[in-house]
């Protein structure tokens, strides 16, 4: 190549620097330290440009010298040697001998001449007391390393998955190709697309191509990888030798991606391997090596999942918008049934369970496990259980559970309180416990579980139980119960969640923070969660919290009666019978429905929201079941299951009894949704109360 | 850029400027078009000034998944650029040559 | 059409050689002295490859590499980067920046030649 022209260059551009590093030099010693800082960068940058250049043209004197003024200079930009009159006066020489070195070489004479090059061996020496580099390692690090080329030609493999940011990067596939090309003769050459995926999830600007390449060169493996030397960070690049037997190629189709019998075929594809020598090596399909394989593929996959941080109001959108296609689709599939055509029914039920489906992934995505709340309270029981002087282990199961995110949130302050409420007035301390022939160290159980379209958690201890007398007397006290009223131990525990009720004899500064469990049940209520307690004097007491799975869309019965549609939650309808059927029978003096044998309450509908009407010959009963307690809904008509999304009442309707929440029908009409379980608890007091009665 | 031109069954689609990494992006809601039009598909590559593996990765997926829906698809008018790029791939037999497909059609 | 390539490098030397030795080839050389004269001359025309020095004056080539990285036309554009051996943390640097291709200085003509030619053929 002829560089002359550029050497002329070299020329002009070396005296240039050397003449602006000549003044420079000349009044470093006068300048202060911000300016000397940035005159050395200079300097640095002029003997870095002179050595740079020199090297495109292998002047090797000019390099070496240069290099260990740089090192000095460098040093001397790090403040590692200090500016005096002496360094100066020697970098002043120094730049006087690249200039004889610079005119030496313009003059076209190879040689040194002695005395320039004792000068310069001189100066060297005296560079190097200063800055401790030595010409050596220099030269060292100038060393000449081109690819050896043998005579013959040779075949080689080579296998290229390419790194999906290649193309990102600007590097081209084709590119490195070509350049093969210039270095041998490419004999067959097979594109994959196996890693392509489908267009959904094709990003255009992710290289997905693979190739395998029969390459047939004279030049020797590190000139063939230096070919792949930009991409070889993120991309697998396997290049096979000329003669590398076959099990070197069977382990390439091993480490690839592909399926194995398909790279089997490319290779052969390629020439690079025979039909024969594959079918050797593979005497039936190798299932174990394919199912090795696929474990690896799978594993990757396992590791890789990984989660991804969604904005929760987006979140909440998208399950709006499921829940509006929830209607839109239950409003099709009534017109569809309506309209009696075949094809469109069966199209509207493949649209309902697809719907289904999606409504089901989407509220999935809401759920997250009660673990980490779970184990927040490790840490409160912890502080508190010090603070008290008592022994508490905190045990916790079911942390994997999942609850939507909402209900989590709500419930994490009912929880704390509750549980606060056991570790301050449940457990007893040490002493006492010890008193009493229990263990020292008491127990909290905080445990999740699901129960019947429900998620349940569970807040126990193992310590004092509830003290009925003291909670009878203070409700008494606080005129909440009649002086002469008989209460069953059950009604009595449960008065702690009366309004304006404390059980703290003495307020401590942990529970009595005017916070009564009167508001962890309303909390709970608000969640359409209930809560019930189950003690037992001297070995402790249960908190049981009953939460749906989730607040935006249930599985619904529909019923009616008369021209209003009622919504009845799915998980807790438990049959229908015909009333006065066979299996069922009102007693309409002790007002229970007798099913098979089994004693029920029940509640008319008709009556209860007052719809007025007559009641149909046939009315349908509804037996609902709730937290092991069963009751009876008479009905006009059941409608079937029916999947709806739930609106909020207005304020107005909060408080009527009964009712949990409305929805809209496919045809536009309102459904209203009951509640359940105000209702069993409406029955079962009655029932109580029509015993105690009739007693 | 890529317009499409309705003849009858046939649809003429062609692709105009660059078919490289700066345009890939670009050309994504056009590509979703040519891959799931019904007709039969022709693309001219004869107005692409400039070509890159980006570009051969957008065909090669559009040729596959037509193929996966039994859709017929036709790569006309290759420059000579391109030409070259399927020899330096071997890609010819992945791009079906139209010449054996219209011997199939004429069958 | 010839490719074009952008030599960014306060050395004109270096700009001179890379430029004789790239001409030959059949490349188009646009030549710019440091990364702020090399970015007003990235304006619309097609830049197939930039060759950029690491230690200038007015705008290093870490910087200059960064901005081509934001400029939507260039964005893809490869770039080789000129580090001396001194400068190792300058090549994790570059990578870091965008630049996966780098060639050491003092370099051979045909060593840069071969470089070039792996990312863009003439």
């Known amino acids: 190549m002829d560089l002359d022209p550029a050497l002329q260059t070299f020329y002009v551009e070396s005296r240039e620097i050397l003449e602006e590093v000549e003044d420079i030099l000349l009044r470093l010693g006068q300048e202060d330290e911000a300016s000397q800082k940035e005159s050395l960068n200079a300097i640095f940058r002029a003997a870095h440009t002179i050595k740079g250049s020199a090297g495109l043209f292998k002047l090797q004197n000019i390099v070496i010298f240069t290099h260990v003024v740089e090192s000095l200079l460098d040093q001397m930009r790090e403040s590692e040697i200090s500016i005096d009159d002496d360094i100066i006066a020697l970098l002043l020489k120094c730049g006087d001998h690249i200039g004889e070195l610079v005119t030496l070489v313009q003059q076209n004479n190879a040689d040194l001449p002695p005395d320039l090059k004792e000068s310069g061996e001189v100066l060297l020496a005296q560079l190097k007391q200063y800055s401790g580099v030595s010409v050596f390692e220099v030269k060292e690090s100038i060393k000449n390393n081109n690819g050896k080329e043998s005579n013959q030609k040779k075949s080689w493999h080579i296998s290229l998955r390419f790194g999906c940011n290649v193309l990102r990067e600007g590097m081209d596939p084709l590119s490195f190709v070509r350049y093969l090309e210039t270095l041998g003769e490419i004999e067959n050459i097979v594109t994959l697309d196996d890693a392509l995926p489908r267009l959904v999830d094709f990003d255009p600007e992710s290289c997905y191509l693979g190739l395998e390449i029969k390459f047939k060169t004279q030049v020797d493996k590190q000139s063939i990888e230096d070919a792949f030397k930009f991409i070889q960070e993120d991309s697998t690049i396997t290049i096979l030798s000329p003669g590398s037997r076959v099990s070197d190629y069977l382990k390439l189709i091993d480490e690839m991606p592909e399926e194995n019998q398909r790279l089997g075929d490319v290779l052969v594809q390629c020439g690079s391997l025979t039909a024969a020598e594959l079918a050797a090596a593979w005497p039936q399909p190798n299932i174990k090596v394919a199912l090795n394989k696929q474990d690896r593929v799978r594993m990757p996959v396992v590791q890789e999942t990984r989660s991804m941080r969604v904005d929760a109001g987006k979140l909440d959108e998208h399950i709006n918008l499921v829940g509006e296609l929830v209607i839109a689709s239950a409003g099709a599939a009534l017109r569809a049934q309506e309209m009696g055509d075949t094809t469109l029914n069966e199209l509207s039920s493949i649209l309902t369970r697809l719907v289904e489906e999606v409504r089901d992934s989407a509220l999935h995505l809401r759920m997250i496990q009660v673990g980490p709340t779970f184990n927040k309270f490790q840490r409160i029981v912890h502080d508190m259980s010090k603070d008290l002087g008592k022994e508490i282990e905190m045990v916790i199961s079911g942390a994997d559970t999942d609850l939507d995110k909402t209900v989590i949130e709500k419930i994490s302050d009912p929880l704390t309180h509750l549980i606060r409420n056991s570790v301050d007035h449940g457990i007893e301390s040490p002493v006492e416990r010890e008193e009493k022939n229990k263990p020292r160290k008491g127990k909290l159980y905080l445990s999740a579980y699901h129960d019947s379209g429900c998620v349940v958690i569970e807040v126990a201890d193992d310590g004092n139980g509830l003290n009925r007398d003291r909670i009878l007397s203070k409700a008494k006290e606080k005129g909440l119960v009649r002086e002469d009223q008989k209460l069953m131990d059950k009604d009595i525990d449960n008065l702690i969640f009366e309004p304006g009720f404390s059980t703290a004899d003495k307020v401590t500064n942990i529970s009595g923070r005017g916070v009564g469990m009167d508001v962890v049940k309303r909390n709970i209520e608000e969640l359409r969660g209930t809560i019930e307690l189950d003690s037992r004097p001297g070995e402790g007491s249960t908190f049981r919290i009953r939460l749906p799975l989730t607040l935006a869309i249930i599985d619904g019965f529909l019923v009616n009666v008369e021209n209003s549609s009622f919504v009845i939650p799915l998980e807790m309808v438990h049959e229908c019978v015909e009333l006065n059927g066979v299996n069922c029978k009102i007693d309409t003096d002790r007002n229970y429905v007798n099913l098979r044998g089994e004693i029920l309450p029940f509640i008319r509908l008709r009556a209860l929201f007052s719809t007025g009407g007559v009641a149909p010959k046939r009315e349908n009963v509804v037996i609902v079941n709730y937290a092991g307690v069963k009751a009876g809904l008479v009905v006009d008509n059941l409608m079937g299951e029916f999947q709806t999304v739930i609106k909020p009442l207005g304020e107005i309707f909060s408080h009527v009894p009964g009712l949990g929440g409305s929805s809209i029908l496919g045809n536009g009409e309102v459904a209203l949704i009951l509640d359940v379980p105000g209702l069993v608890n409406r029955v079962s007091s009655m029932e109580n109360f029509s015993i105690q009665s009739a007693v | 850029m890529i317009s499409f031109e309705e003849q009858g069954q046939l649809c003429c689609a062609q692709i105009e400027g660059d078919l490289t990494i700066y345009t890939a992006a670009e050309l994504k ?46 790569i006309i008018d290759h420059s000579s650029e391109v030409l070259q790029i399927f020899k330096d791939l071997d890609l010819s037999s992945y791009f079906k040559e139209p010449v054996i497909l219209d011997q199939e059609k004429g069958e | 059409m010839p490719k074009n390539i952008l030599i960014v490098d306060d050395a004109s030397t270096v700009r001179h050689v890379v430029s004789i030795a790239l001409r030959k080839e059949g490349y188009n050389i646009i030549e710019a002295c440091d990364g702020k004269d090399a970015l007003s001359k990235l304006s619309g025309d097609k830049v197939h490859l930039i060759i950029s020095d690491v230690n200038m004056p007015n705008m290093d080539g870490i910087t200059f590499l960064k901005e081509v990285k934001k400029l ?37 003509p045909q060593a840069m030649l071969t470089a070039v030619k792996q990312l863009v053929l003439p």
């Not at chain 3, 580090?83 to 051979?108: L, N, Q």
């Open chain 3, 72 to 108: 939507p036309a260039y964005r893809f554009t490869p770039v080789i980067m000129l580090t001396t051996e001194s400068e190792a943390g300058k090549i994790a640097e570059g990578k870091a920046a965008g630049a996966k291709a780098w060639v050491c200085k003092p370099f051979e």
């Open chain 2, 29 to 74: 809601s056009d590509f979703e078009r040519l891959i799931s039009d019904q007709r039969d598909m022709e693309l001219s590559l004869a107005n692409v000034s400039e070509i890159d593996s980006s570009g051969i990765q957008w065909l090669m997926l559009a040729q596959r998944e037509r193929n996966r829906q039994n859709l017929s698809f036709r």
